[in-house]
Nanobody
């Protein structure tokens, strides 16, 4: 019943932009904190950005601060990750994940541990290359 679907990935040149979407099915997204993670080939999955259920707090990893912006549109049951100034090192599969107060809390913090996010989407590929 709880399902997250990512979309918006693709191939883009360095310096370009993409907007990723994470749409929830089977639950009201406004009750969940949403995180974006990414995993490059041969690398561990890492946290990129997150937003609290209320939208009053957000976090972005140092590697993407000033370039990526997370936002949510509860009317569309969707969370977005606007990615500007993309770099080749941003190439990865991007995943969205969710948690609520009953599953590690509905807030967003400086650290993003994988085990704290029980609900995951299937991922969308982002490739930054010239």
């Amino acid at each position: 019943q709880l399902q997250l679907v990512e979309s918006g990935g693709g191939l883009v040149q360095p310096g370009g932009s993409l907007r990723l979407s994470c749409t929830a099915s089977g639950f009201a997204l406004n009750f969940y904190a949403i995180g974006w993670f990414r995993q490059a080939p041969g690398k561990e999955r890492e946290g990129v950005s997150c937003i609290s259920s209320s939208g009053d707090s957000a976090h972005a990893a140092d590697s993407v601060k000033g370039r990526f912006t997370i936002s949510r549109d509860n009317a569309k049951n969707t969370v977005y990750l606007q990615m500007n100034g993309l770099k080749p090192e941003d190439t990865a599969v991007y995943y969205c994940a969710a948690r609520t107060r009953d599953t590690y809390g509905s807030g967003c913090y400086d650290t993003m541990y994988l085990y704290e996010w029980p609900y995951w989407g299937q991922g969308t590929q982002v490739t930054v290359s010239s």
